[in-house]
Each structure stands twice: as C-alpha cells, then as structure tokens.
C-alpha cells in the first residue's frame, strides 16, 4: 500500500459522511478527499465561520462537492447532542462517521462539562457523538467509523483515579491517556456493534495547527517556534497525513479492530498500512472500564457489553 493514494479508492457516490473538526489540516483533506470521490459530508466544526470558509476553498478545488457544514463543539455535550439531533432529523442514515478532532498538549483547561480538555474533546465528545448517532450509522449499509489516533497513545495510560488529571497534570501523559482512549473505544465499539466497521488510524507526524495549538494558548513563543521548525523539518503534509484515514473509511478489505498508518520510518509519513497499536489498546478489562466510565460521566449509554 505504499504508492496509493486517493485516485485508488472506489467512489464514495451515494455515501454521507461526518468529519468532525473538517474545517483544518486533517480534517478538511479527509473531507476533500471523501468529497473529490462522490460523498456527500457534513463538516462538523466548532467554529462555522470557519467552517464556510473551508467549505468554499473544497468547492473552488472539487466544483461538484456536495458539503454542508454544522456547528459542533466537541467540548460541550449539549452541542455534541444538539449536532446529533439536528443530523438524525435530515438524514436517515449516515456511511461513514470521522472521529478525526482534536486537541494536543494543551495547559490544563476545562470543557463545558468540567472534563479535562483533552480527555473531554479527544474521547469523551466523540464517545457521546458517536452514541448519539448510533441509530443512524447501524441504518447504512456496511457503515465506517474511524477514530483518530496517535503515535502517543503508546505513551498512554488510563488514570481511571484521576482521568480528569486534578491531582496532577502533564500536557503530554493527557494526550497519550485521550489518544490510547480514543483506540479502546475504536476497538470495543467493533466488538460491540457488529454490523459495524470500527477502526483506528493515525497520520504519522502531520504539520497542522494542532502542533502549535498549544503553545499558543500558552504564551510560549519558543515553543510554537520549535514546533513550526519540527512541522517544516520532520512533518508531512495534511494532504499525506489524511491518507490512512481515507484508506480505512473507502478500501475494500479493511476489518474492523484495525489500526491504520503511514508505512515509512518509524511510521512518521510514507502510504497507508494496515499496523498494530501499543498492546494496551487491546486490554479488553480496561476498554470495559472504560467505557462504563464514559457512559456515566456523558450520560450517553448504548451497545451492552458482548460476551
């Protein structure tokens, strides 16, 4: 798989897609890419502006996209419910679910419902966003859902005495713990939901805002100087970072409990792979827990554990 790229998928004609965070870097090539192949997508985004925004740049790109954008804040539960209401009263089914946004190494913050940022937007939103347009994607046929990931979920731990990392907190071990949730949740939702491909990816070193993100909220202008260098130097493009996510939502072959990314040098860039995560993302005990936890801490319950 290491040459392909967009032009091998089979059309998307027909298809209805959701990106979450559409309107930048991963997110908006993954919702050009599905669009230039005939999906219809919603781009759910935090900022609409914004989001128009990025909706016009596709469209002067691929004329007869078909996009339509919608606010969502993964931050904020009643937003993720609000979205989901709103979907499920124009669209009977929904192909292809993109749990693509994200935040990374932020100074501690809190959402709308007083969860740690990370935690709260990288897993817990899409956990509820998923949850709530369940009944949606199981009325598709042969529906996707793909969860982004990260190379760092390898450095995570889940912290289930402190996920909201009140007692203490490192940008970067709230990252990895978000990024190894959001595989456990991509692994047991497939062991839950047969009739539906759930998978993992992740984009290697991608240079996008997400990098500076942080350092910005900080302050820090060293910081932001070194990511941009390390963006210019090591990273690649948004473009090729999207590139195991399209490959996981349009291939024929792809299973679900698979993990996706770039085949190159310590898995930095190079074509889509099938791979396999940190074996903690496999603990079928600590994907239970967890998604116990969520369900309590979102109020959002579905799929009983399976045997």
Known sequence: ???????????????????????????????????????????????????????????????????????????????????????????DALDLLVNNAGVMALPRRETADDFEMQFGTNHLGHFALTGHLLDAVQAANAPRVATMSSAFHERGQMAFDDLQSERSYDRWAAYGQSKLANLLFAYELDRRAKAITSVGVHPGYAATNLQTAGPEMEGSTLRKVGMSVANAIIGQEPDDGALPMLYALTMPGVSGGEYYGPSGFLSMRGGPERQRSHERSYDRQTAQRLWAVSENLTGVSYLSETA
């Open 1 to 91: 798989m290491d040459d392909w790229t967009l032009a091998d998928a089979p059309t998307q004609t027909g298809q209805t897609a959701v990106v979450t965070g559409a309107n930048s870097g991963l997110g908006y090539e993954t919702t050009k890419g599905l669009a230039a192949n005939g999906a219809e997508v919603v781009m759910a985004c935090r900022n609409v502006s914004r989001g128009e925004s990025a909706r016009q740049d596709i469209e002067r790109e691929v004329p007869d996209a078909s996009l339509h954008v919608a606010e969502l804040d993964l931050a904020s539960l009643e937003s993720v419910a609000a979205f989901a209401e709103r979907f499920c009263a124009e669209y």
